[in-house]
């Protein structure tokens, strides 16, 4: 079997999780983002289409194994080649799963941070942060606060 076209396949199965998943994990997680499900959308098919235009010529961009299992029962892909396909797109999927588990538990802990330190702002309880986030006052001093992590 032929590494580029395993590599392919496991570059696009990545790149459709992280962008579609990631997108529906940010959308149900965060609905203050409002990207929706038209951006959901948007984001399976733009993903689909990049990597279809990146490395679809290699690997005829499958990314999915359901699309594989359908190749092969139609007959546009051989079995013999089916199992080792799915196994670069489970690594894939997995890979790009644990990339979105660790940006949604980093963006859900500087979403409260950022509620815990706007809360104690408006108290006027403090006018500084911890090292690891910068609060930022707005004109009117403590009123308008924001807390950016670096």
């Given at each position: 079997?032929?590494?580029?076209?395993?590599?392919?396949?496991?570059?696009?199965?990545?790149?459709?999780?992280?962008?579609?998943?990631?997108?529906?994990?940010?959308?149900?997680?965060?609905?203050?983002?409002?990207?929706?499900?038209?951006?959901?959308?948007?984001?399976?098919?733009?993903?689909?289409?990049?990597?279809?235009?990146?490395?679809?010529?290699?690997?005829?961009?499958?990314?999915?194994?359901?699309?594989?299992?359908?190749?092969?029962?139609?007959?546009?892909?051989?079995?013999?080649?089916?199992?080792?396909?799915?196994?670069?797109?489970?690594?894939?999927?997995?890979?790009?799963?644990?990339?979105?588990?660790?940006?949604?538990?980093?963006?859900?802990?500087?979403?409260?941070?950022?509620?815990v330190m706007t809360i104690?702002?408006?108290?006027?309880?403090?006018?500084?942060?911890?090292?690891?986030?910068?609060?930022?006052?707005?004109?009117?001093?403590?009123?308008?606060?924001?807390?950016?992590?670096?």
């Amino acid at each position: 079997m032929d590494f580029r076209k395993l590599s392919a396949e496991a570059i696009g199965t990545f790149w459709l999780t992280l962008g579609g998943c990631g997108s529906a994990v940010i959308a149900a997680g965060f609905p203050e983002v409002g990207i929706g499900l038209v951006g959901v959308s948007l984001a399976f098919g733009l993903t689909v289409v990049t990597m279809a235009y990146a490395v679809g010529h290699i690997s005829g961009a499958h990314f999915n194994p359901g699309v594989t299992f359908a190749f092969a029962l139609t007959r546009h892909f051989p079995w013999s080649r089916a199992g080792i396909y799915w196994i670069a797109q489970l690594a894939g999927a997995l890979a790009a799963a644990a990339k979105v588990l660790t940006a949604k538990t980093v963006a859900a802990v500087a979403a409260s941070v950022r509620l815990v330190m706007t809360i104690i702002s408006l108290d006027g309880e403090a006018t500084r942060s911890c090292r690891c986030c910068r609060l930022r006052t707005g004109r009117r001093g403590r009123s308008a606060s924001e807390v950016t992590l670096w």
